[in-house]
């Protein structure tokens, strides 16, 4: 069974760099059968899709994000992060990520628990 | 790309049927067989109940469905029961050859 696991600090300054990673279990990132996606999700809003890699290194942003994204993968380590960059507190949310099939498949079959970043001074 | 358009809220007694309705454009979900929902609990990750359109993943219930009528796809819930109390959100290529992902806004679902 697949499972994802967000890590990273839960408090971020405004102005810096948030930085999480997603660690994958039960499958290797590197299979090339699936996409790796961050999703974020402010309180009591809706879901908001960041963007995603493949294991080639190759990525998709959403565009209102694109200026300040980075997502970036370790195969060997079986994880893939997320850099966000100057991020207010308007990038406060649970961050999420998840597994899309290939070709992107537009659908998220694995998500992991989620993890709540506050950007506060 | 623009958000698709859900409504806030939709209500159901318990053995009732309930649809929730999920809007785009004819770059998105009227053009592409690839719209998904998600049901999620609160405090909670997402859970896929539908993908491209009408396909269940396995272990989801066949009392949700999911079909398309032009550019608004749909998710019905056949038998409310009040484990289906939940925000449910929809999900779609954006179009345009773009490889982008959009979501609805999401649909609060109150179980009477």
């Known amino acids: 069974q697949v499972q994802l696991q967000e890590s990273g600090p839960g408090l971020v300054k405004p102005s810096q760099t948030l930085s999480l990673t997603c660690t994958v279990s039960?499958?290797?990132?590197?299979?090339?059968?699936?996409?790796w996606s961050w999703i974020r999700q402010p309180a009591g809003k809706g879901l908001e899709w960041i963007g995603r890699?493949?294991?080639?290194?190759?990525?998709n942003y959403n565009p209102s994000l694109k200026s300040r994204v980075t997502i970036s993968v370790d195969t060997s380590k079986n994880q893939f992060s997320l850099k966000l960059s100057s991020v207010t507190a308007a990038d406060t949310a649970v961050y999420y990520c998840?597994?899309?099939?290939?070709?992107?498949?537009?659908?998220?079959?694995?998500w992991g628990q989620g993890t709540l970043v506050t950007v506060s001074s | 790309q623009s958000a698709l358009t859900q409504p806030a809220s939709v209500s159901g007694s318990p053995g009732q049927s309930i649809t929730i309705s999920c809007t785009g454009t004819s770059s998105d979900v009227g053009s592409y067989n690839l719209v998904s929902w998600y049901q999620q609990h609160p405090g909670k990750a997402p859970k896929l109940m539908i993908y491209?359109?009408?396909k269940r993943p396995s272990g989801v219930s066949n009392r949700f469905s999911g079909s398309k009528s032009g550019n608004t796809a749909s998710l019905t819930i056949s038998g409310l029961q009040a484990e289906d109390e939940a925000d449910y959100y929809c999900c779609s290529y954006a179009g345009s050859s773009t490889f982008l992902v959009v979501f609805g806004g999401g649909t609060k679902l109150t179980v009477l």
């Open positions: 890699i493949y294991t080639s290194g190759s990525t």
């Open positions: 491209e359109g009408s």
């Open positions: 039960g499958g290797s990132i590197s299979s090339g059968s699936y996409y």
């Open positions: 998840a597994r899309e099939g290939v070709p992107p498949s537009y659908y998220f079959d694995y």
